[in-house]
């Protein structure tokens, strides 16, 4: 069985730029969920998706992230202008629903110069 | 007060030794629990769920007290592979927290 397929695996960008990271989950999972971590800290939700409607996007900055899960399979996530204070490592996972426990994608690495 | 708070460590022990980690969680109504894994640079990994029974998978004991609301993770003759840190994870009503984790180096 294929994991949680993300990319892309780093990203280098310059602030204000663009980026957006790409997640695949484990087919037949319902539950998608994007966190983000920093160094020496656990992860940090911030988009939780069942099927295609995004269930809990509290810890979403809105101002400049945004997600979509269309057709309730692959997700993106998007940031829009980067900011410094952005660099971290995204992870995505995926669940059979939200009772379960998860599992992770490698993650993308990003780093805002 | 942390809604999960876990000890950051490290916690270096040698080879063979019994090592336990805690995890204390501040909502009572939390439903379930976790203990995943994370090496230096990867994704963190499932290790096991916590069961209100209490559970073991091998070396590793998982063990729930609502009373005092805390998880424990106890690992017994630890091998050079276990370095790592563990992370613990608290499911509420909608709602999903990691702790910043507990580091663990095992000493040759």
């Known amino acids: 069985e294929a994991g949680v397929v993300q990319s892309p695996r780093y990203k280098i960008i310059e602030k204000k730029q663009p980026v957006a990271f790409w997640c695949n989950p484990i087919?037949?999972?319902?539950?998608l969920y994007w966190y983000r971590q920093n160094l020496g800290q656990g992860p940090e939700l911030l988009i939780r998706?069942?099927?295609?409607?995004?269930?809990?996007d509290s810890q979403l900055p809105k101002d400049r992230f945004s997600a979509e899960r269309l057709k309730g399979v692959d997700s993106t996530l998007k940031i829009q202008p980067a900011e410094l204070g952005d660099s971290a490592v995204y992870l995505c996972a995926s669940s059979i629903d939200a009772n379960y426990g998860y599992t992770f994608g490698s993650g993308t690495r990003l780093t805002v110069v | 007060r942390k809604e999960v708070e876990q000890d950051p460590g490290p916690f270096n022990v040698p080879e063979g030794a019994t090592v336990a980690f805690n995890c204390t969680y501040s909502n009572s109504a939390s439903q379930s629990f976790f203990w995943y894994r994370q090496d230096c640079r990867k994704e963190p990994k499932l290790l096991m769920s916590v069961y209100s029974s209490g559970n073991e998978d091998g070396r590793f004991t998982a063990q729930l007290n609502r009373a005092s609301q805390y998880i424990s993770l106890l690992i017994r003759d630890s091998k050079l592979s276990d370095s790592a840190t563990y992370l613990c994870?608290?499911?509420?009503?909608?709602?999903?927290?990691f702790g910043t984790g507990t580091k663990l180096q095992v000493i040759p």
């Open positions: 998706y069942e099927n295609e409607e995004a269930v809990d």
């Open positions: 087919s037949g999972h319902n539950t």
């Open positions: 994870v608290v499911r509420g009503y909608q709602k999903v927290t």
